[in-house]
């Protein structure tokens, strides 16, 4: 499945969790169903064209870490938008966090320009990345065959949005965990029916 495919797909079963996120430092628990996590990605996808300017073959520099699930959003965002992501390294246009804490945004999720959102993300522009060997991932390199149909996954490095991609892309899900000892992993998995990545 190319990407383009993929908002369809996520829309097809709307209401299903598609991205599930536990935080166990913090105690915050976020779960994206098809229809949010899409139009998370419609948005960001809009604002990257519409006021970042970028096209096919722009690089897209992602200062999130992967086991999250706004970075899950903005690489499919930027993955739409035909960019080649490169993870913690500069690029033509790069999205972070405005700051330490992971806030939520205090906008609905209904669709809106993604400009109108307060300063959660902070997209700037930088110069052009010296090393791309630094965790790229191309749009041409994306789609690898998937297993389970609701994996739960922890770790920040390239793999994870690999795999990430690979299950939403054969209409799986996935359940990101951070910090979680291996007892309330178990348990996790157990309550969201995730198989462990």
């Not at 699930?69 to 993955?79: E, Q």
């Not at 790229?136 to 990430?164: M, N, Q």
Request: proline share 7%; hydrophobic share 45%; glycine share 8%.
């Amino acid at each position: 499945m190319r990407i383009e495919a993929l908002l369809p797909a996520l829309l097809a079963d709307p209401a299903r969790p598609r991205v599930t996120w536990y935080d166990e430092g913090t105690g915050e628990r976020i779960e994206l169903s098809g229809r949010v996590l899409a139009n998370w990605v419609a948005k960001a996808g809009n604002w990257l064209q519409d006021e970042a300017d970028v096209s096919v073959g722009t690089t897209l520099g992602l200062r999130l870490p992967t086991d999250h699930w706004r970075c899950v959003y903005w690489a499919l965002a930027g993955w739409a938008c035909g960019t080649t992501v490169l993870l913690d390294a500069d690029a033509e246009v790069t999205v972070g966090f405005a700051d330490a804490e992971l806030v939520e945004p205090t906008r609905s999720l209904s669709p809106s320009p993604l400009m109108s959102m307060p300063d959660v993300f902070t997209p700037y522009v930088v110069p052009a990345p010296t090393d791309a060997a630094l965790g790229t991932i191309t749009y041409a390199d994306l789609i690898r065959p998937a297993g389970a149909d609701r994996e739960l996954l922890e770790g920040d490095g390239v793999e994870t949005l690999r795999r990430v991609l690979d299950l939403l892309a054969a209409d799986g899900s996935v359940v990101l965990v951070r910090n979680a000892t291996p007892q309330r992993r178990a348990e996790i998995a157990e309550t969201e029916g995730a198989t462990a990545g």
